[in-house]
């Protein structure tokens, strides 16, 4: 087991690629903390899973894009499990907005995209620094997209803060080294229902990658296990998993 006596948070763990991260870390042996906005009872199926795994967690409501409610949610963590070790910021939000459609990307689209993917990581690395500090090998993942790196994706504003946030991700990695390490994951197109494709989109999207199958979920939690426990000499990093895509270009 990769994070015996371990603790690990989850921003948005209830549902999608964070579900996924939840359990994946639980059968490594970690204690988990599955954060949630508005899924109450998906969080808590986690949680049944992972006790019913003969594992640890707790679900803990927070919406991580207010700074009070990232601290709350850092203090009722460690309260719960005396320590944290690993800090995965992967909630996110987003509205399918074409890019062409300039005027459609209203002030709340623009605020809420923000808010979630740009301040929430700041706001929840800030308040777990001293804890993830505690034992000198504490890690951060922050969840980016491979929209970072094209810009095409579900919105203006969504390519632009993932891409922000991989910048975020190498400045907390200069700063809070050598005892916090800090890596981005980059994933590509991932059949969660997280975004309004229309269908033509989605269908688009499902296409496969160059390794002949799409990317699923579980692709993401094996690359933060990796991130976390094995990648002990690398920070400021973000690894792509997107089934090449990015490095290759689509499987025409
Ligand atoms: N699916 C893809 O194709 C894809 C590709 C690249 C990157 N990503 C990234 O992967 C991450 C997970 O997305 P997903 O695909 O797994 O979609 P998802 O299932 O919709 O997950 C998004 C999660 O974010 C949580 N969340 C949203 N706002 C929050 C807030 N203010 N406070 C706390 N939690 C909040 C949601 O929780 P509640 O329901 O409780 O609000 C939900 O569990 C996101 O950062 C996304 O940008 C996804």
Not at 11 to 27: D, K, P, S, V, W
Not at 96 to 121: G, N
Not at 140 to 155: K, L, R
Not at 165 to 180: C, D, V
């Amino acid at each position: 087991m990769k994070f015996k006596d371990k603790v690990v948070l989850v921003t948005g763990g209830a549902t999608g690629i964070g579900r996924a991260m939840c359990l994946q870390f639980a059968r490594e042996g970690a204690a988990v903390i599955v954060n949630y906005s508005k899924s109450k009872d998906r969080a808590k199926e986690v949680v049944d899973l992972i006790d019913a795994m003969g594992g640890q967690a707790v679900e803990i409501q927070a919406d991580v894009s207010r700074d009070r409610q990232a601290r709350q949610l850092i203090d009722q963590a460690v309260a719960r499990f005396n320590r944290l070790d690993i800090l995965i910021n992967n909630a996110g939000w987003t509205r399918f907005i074409p890019h062409d459609e300039l005027d459609a990307l209203s002030e709340e689209i623009l605020e809420k995209t923000w808010s979630v993917t740009v301040k929430a990581p700041i706001y929840c690395t800030r308040a777990a620094v001293p804890h993830l500090r505690e034992y000198g090998a504490g890690a951060v993942i922050n969840i980016t997209s491979s929209a970072a790196y094209t810009a095409m994706g579900s919105s203006i504003i969504y390519c632009a803060a993932k891409a922000a946030l991989a910048s975020i991700t190498k400045s907390l990695a200069r700063t809070l080294a050598p005892e916090i390490r800090v890596n981005a994951i980059a994933p590509g197109f991932v059949d969660t229902g997280f975004v309004n494709w229309t269908p033509e989109v989605l269908a688009q999207l499902q296409k496969k990658t160059r390794l002949g199958r799409s990317i699923i979920a579980e692709d993401i939690a094996d690359a933060a296990v990796f991130l976390a426990a094995d990648a002990n000499a690398s920070t400021g990093q973000t690894i792509l998993v997107d089934g090449g895509v990015v490095a290759l270009g689509p499987n025409a």
